[in-house]
Protein backbone atom coordinates (compact mmCIF):
# COMPACT_ATOMS: atom_id res chain seq x y z
CA UNK A 1 0.00 0.00 0.00
CA UNK A 2 0.88 3.87 -0.55
CA UNK A 3 2.14 5.25 2.64
CA UNK A 4 1.82 9.35 2.48
CA UNK A 5 3.36 11.36 4.36
CA UNK A 6 2.47 14.71 5.34
CA UNK A 7 4.94 17.58 6.49
CA UNK A 8 4.87 19.66 8.91
CA UNK A 9 2.82 18.18 11.26
CA UNK A 10 1.86 21.45 12.73
CA UNK A 11 1.94 24.68 11.12
CA UNK A 12 2.26 28.28 13.18
CA UNK A 13 0.75 30.88 10.88
CA UNK A 14 -1.13 34.22 10.82
CA UNK A 15 -3.93 35.03 8.83
CA UNK A 16 -2.83 36.65 6.00
CA UNK A 17 -0.05 34.32 5.60
CA UNK A 18 0.74 31.88 2.62
CA UNK A 19 0.70 28.30 4.18
CA UNK A 20 2.60 25.35 2.20
CA UNK A 21 1.93 21.84 3.30
CA UNK A 22 3.82 19.00 1.62
CA UNK A 23 2.50 15.41 0.89
CA UNK A 24 5.17 12.92 0.16
CA UNK A 25 3.98 9.38 -1.34
CA UNK A 26 6.01 5.82 -0.83
CA UNK A 27 5.41 5.21 -4.46
CA UNK A 28 4.33 7.48 -7.60
CA UNK A 29 0.51 8.13 -7.32
CA UNK A 30 -0.84 6.62 -10.40
CA UNK A 31 -2.22 9.17 -12.39
CA UNK A 32 -1.92 11.83 -10.08
CA UNK A 33 -4.60 11.03 -8.43
CA UNK A 34 -4.34 12.72 -5.27
CA UNK A 35 -6.59 14.90 -3.39
CA UNK A 36 -6.62 17.55 -0.71
CA UNK A 37 -9.29 17.69 2.50
CA UNK A 38 -10.00 20.35 5.53
CA UNK A 39 -11.70 18.99 8.73
CA UNK A 40 -12.68 21.24 11.41
CA UNK A 41 -13.38 19.77 14.84
CA UNK A 42 -16.91 18.30 14.66
CA UNK A 43 -17.86 18.67 10.86
CA UNK A 44 -17.63 16.74 7.89
CA UNK A 45 -14.62 17.29 6.36
CA UNK A 46 -14.73 18.51 2.54
CA UNK A 47 -13.01 17.88 -0.50
CA UNK A 48 -10.41 20.97 -1.24
CA UNK A 49 -8.20 19.52 -4.37
CA UNK A 50 -8.75 16.67 -6.16
CA UNK A 51 -6.86 15.32 -9.39
CA UNK A 52 -3.58 16.94 -7.68
CA UNK A 53 -4.71 20.26 -8.66
CA UNK A 54 -8.42 20.74 -9.61
CA UNK A 55 -10.58 22.60 -7.42
CA UNK A 56 -14.27 21.35 -6.97
CA UNK A 57 -17.03 24.04 -7.42
CA UNK A 58 -17.51 26.49 -4.61
CA UNK A 59 -13.66 26.16 -3.12
CA UNK A 60 -12.21 29.55 -3.02
CA UNK A 61 -8.99 30.14 -5.69
CA UNK A 62 -7.06 30.86 -2.89
CA UNK A 63 -6.51 27.02 -2.11
CA UNK A 64 -4.04 25.53 -4.67
CA UNK A 65 -3.09 21.93 -5.25
CA UNK A 66 0.49 21.02 -7.60
CA UNK A 67 3.25 18.61 -7.83
CA UNK A 68 3.04 14.78 -9.41
CA UNK A 69 4.61 11.68 -8.86
CA UNK A 70 5.45 11.39 -5.81
CA UNK A 71 5.78 14.57 -4.60
CA UNK A 72 2.51 16.88 -3.58
CA UNK A 73 1.77 20.20 -2.12
CA UNK A 74 -1.19 22.46 -1.27
CA UNK A 75 -0.68 25.91 -0.62
CA UNK A 76 -3.07 27.88 0.64
CA UNK A 77 -2.22 31.76 -0.78
CA UNK A 78 -3.51 33.73 2.25
CA UNK A 79 -4.75 32.42 5.23
CA UNK A 80 -8.34 33.41 6.01
CA UNK A 81 -9.49 32.94 10.28
CA UNK A 82 -11.48 30.09 8.70
CA UNK A 83 -8.87 27.92 7.14
CA UNK A 84 -7.75 27.06 10.48
CA UNK A 85 -8.05 23.50 10.69
CA UNK A 86 -6.62 19.87 10.15
CA UNK A 87 -5.57 19.14 6.29
CA UNK A 88 -5.45 15.82 4.94
CA UNK A 89 -3.90 14.21 1.66
CA UNK A 90 -5.06 11.24 0.08
CA UNK A 91 -4.08 8.89 -3.16
CA UNK A 92 -6.78 7.07 -4.72
CA UNK A 93 -4.23 5.89 -8.02
CA UNK A 94 -4.27 2.18 -5.92
CA UNK A 95 -5.74 0.32 -4.11
CA UNK A 96 -6.23 0.80 -1.23
CA UNK A 97 -7.23 4.38 -1.15
CA UNK A 98 -4.36 6.31 2.12
CA UNK A 99 -4.34 9.28 3.34
CA UNK A 100 -1.70 11.19 5.12
CA UNK A 101 -1.54 11.40 8.82
CA UNK A 102 -2.83 15.23 8.17
CA UNK A 103 -1.11 18.58 8.78
CA UNK A 104 -2.88 20.64 11.36
CA UNK A 105 -2.81 24.60 10.47
CA UNK A 106 -2.77 26.61 13.69
CA UNK A 107 -3.43 30.50 14.66
CA UNK A 108 0.21 31.54 15.85
CA UNK B 1 -27.81 20.17 -1.00
CA UNK B 2 -26.01 17.37 -0.79
CA UNK B 3 -26.42 16.02 2.60
CA UNK B 4 -25.40 12.44 4.63
CA UNK B 5 -26.44 11.95 7.80
CA UNK B 6 -25.27 9.21 10.03
CA UNK B 7 -26.93 7.09 12.42
CA UNK B 8 -26.32 3.93 14.63
CA UNK B 9 -23.60 4.66 16.70
CA UNK B 10 -22.65 4.06 20.51
CA UNK B 11 -21.13 1.57 23.44
CA UNK B 12 -20.73 -1.69 22.44
CA UNK B 13 -18.80 -4.27 24.20
CA UNK B 14 -15.71 -6.19 23.13
CA UNK B 15 -17.38 -8.85 20.87
CA UNK B 16 -20.54 -7.06 20.12
CA UNK B 17 -22.41 -5.81 16.87
CA UNK B 18 -23.81 -2.43 16.10
CA UNK B 19 -25.15 -1.41 12.28
CA UNK B 20 -24.34 2.02 11.41
CA UNK B 21 -26.54 3.99 8.82
CA UNK B 22 -26.12 6.40 6.57
CA UNK B 23 -28.98 8.49 4.76
CA UNK B 24 -28.36 10.07 1.62
CA UNK B 25 -30.19 13.54 -0.04
CA UNK B 26 -29.81 15.92 -2.51
CA UNK B 27 -28.23 13.72 -5.19
CA UNK B 28 -28.46 10.87 -7.17
CA UNK B 29 -27.93 8.29 -4.55
CA UNK B 30 -27.90 5.41 -7.15
CA UNK B 31 -25.09 6.91 -8.97
CA UNK B 32 -22.77 7.13 -6.47
CA UNK B 33 -20.48 4.69 -4.96
CA UNK B 34 -20.21 4.90 -1.47
CA UNK B 35 -17.62 4.61 1.63
CA UNK B 36 -16.96 4.39 5.67
CA UNK B 37 -13.89 6.47 6.69
CA UNK B 38 -13.00 6.01 10.53
CA UNK B 39 -11.09 8.36 12.67
CA UNK B 40 -9.77 6.71 16.14
CA UNK B 41 -9.53 9.20 18.78
CA UNK B 42 -6.50 11.38 18.07
CA UNK B 43 -5.56 9.50 14.95
CA UNK B 44 -5.65 10.85 11.43
CA UNK B 45 -8.57 9.41 8.74
CA UNK B 46 -8.40 5.37 7.73
CA UNK B 47 -10.37 4.33 4.75
CA UNK B 48 -12.93 1.04 6.16
CA UNK B 49 -15.07 0.40 3.25
CA UNK B 50 -16.82 0.91 -0.40
CA UNK B 51 -19.44 -0.32 -2.20
CA UNK B 52 -19.73 0.75 -5.60
CA UNK B 53 -22.73 2.27 -6.98
CA UNK B 54 -25.03 -0.56 -8.27
CA UNK B 55 -23.95 -2.70 -5.18
CA UNK B 56 -22.79 -5.48 -6.80
CA UNK B 57 -18.96 -4.84 -5.92
CA UNK B 58 -17.61 -4.11 -2.03
CA UNK B 59 -14.06 -3.45 -0.90
CA UNK B 60 -12.76 -3.85 2.85
CA UNK B 61 -9.91 -2.92 4.41
CA UNK B 62 -7.84 -5.63 6.31
CA UNK B 63 -8.49 -4.40 9.45
CA UNK B 64 -11.76 -5.47 8.98
CA UNK B 65 -12.18 -7.51 6.12
CA UNK B 66 -14.64 -10.58 7.41
CA UNK B 67 -16.17 -8.92 10.45
CA UNK B 68 -17.81 -5.40 8.66
CA UNK B 69 -19.81 -5.64 5.81
CA UNK B 70 -21.29 -2.67 4.19
CA UNK B 71 -24.47 -2.54 1.68
CA UNK B 72 -27.03 0.12 0.49
CA UNK B 73 -30.73 0.50 -0.60
CA UNK B 74 -30.62 2.44 -3.35
CA UNK B 75 -34.50 2.75 -3.37
CA UNK B 76 -34.10 4.48 -0.14
CA UNK B 77 -31.17 6.82 -0.71
CA UNK B 78 -29.06 4.65 2.67
CA UNK B 79 -26.31 3.25 3.19
CA UNK B 80 -25.20 0.78 6.07
CA UNK B 81 -22.15 -0.68 8.14
CA UNK B 82 -23.02 -3.90 9.69
CA UNK B 83 -19.82 -4.21 12.03
CA UNK B 84 -19.57 -7.67 14.26
CA UNK B 85 -16.75 -9.08 16.68
CA UNK B 86 -16.37 -5.36 17.17
CA UNK B 87 -12.34 -4.67 19.36
CA UNK B 88 -11.36 -1.80 21.08
CA UNK B 89 -9.10 -0.62 18.31
CA UNK B 90 -12.93 -0.30 16.22
CA UNK B 91 -13.32 2.79 18.51
CA UNK B 92 -13.68 5.88 16.85
CA UNK B 93 -16.11 8.67 14.67
CA UNK B 94 -17.27 6.47 11.16
CA UNK B 95 -18.03 8.89 8.38
CA UNK B 96 -19.91 8.08 5.71
CA UNK B 97 -18.63 9.64 2.33
CA UNK B 98 -20.12 10.17 -1.46
CA UNK B 99 -18.02 9.19 -3.76
CA UNK B 100 -17.20 11.51 -7.00
CA UNK B 101 -17.94 8.21 -9.52
CA UNK B 102 -19.74 5.30 -9.13
CA UNK B 103 -16.68 2.79 -9.52
CA UNK B 104 -15.41 2.96 -5.99
CA UNK B 105 -12.03 4.34 -7.10
CA UNK B 106 -12.28 7.66 -6.98
CA UNK B 107 -12.29 10.29 -4.64
CA UNK B 108 -14.62 11.50 -1.86
CA UNK B 109 -16.65 14.68 -2.44
CA UNK B 110 -19.00 15.17 0.30
CA UNK B 111 -19.24 13.89 3.47
CA UNK B 112 -21.46 13.08 7.14
CA UNK B 113 -20.65 14.37 10.10
CA UNK B 114 -19.84 11.48 11.76
CA UNK B 115 -21.25 8.96 14.49
CA UNK B 116 -19.05 7.69 17.41
CA UNK B 117 -18.55 3.97 17.63
CA UNK B 118 -17.09 3.38 21.36
CA UNK B 119 -16.41 -0.38 22.00
CA UNK B 120 -15.62 -0.76 25.82
CA UNK B 121 -16.20 -2.86 28.98
Known amino acids: EIVLTQSPGTLSLSPGERATLSCRASQSVTNNYLAWYQHKPGQAPRLLIFDTSTRPTGIPDRFSGSGSGTDFTLTLSRLEPEDFAVYYC?????????FGQGTKVEIK | EVQLLESGGGLVQPGGSLRLSCAAS????????MTWVRQAPGKGLEWVST????????YYADSVKGRFNISRDNSKGTLFLQMSSLRAEDTATYYC??????????????WGQGTLVTVSS
Open chain 2, 26 to 33: GFVFGNSA
Open chain 2, 51 to 58: ITASGRDT
Open chain 2, 97 to 110: AKERGASGRYCFDR
Open chain 1, 90 to 98: QQYGSSPRT
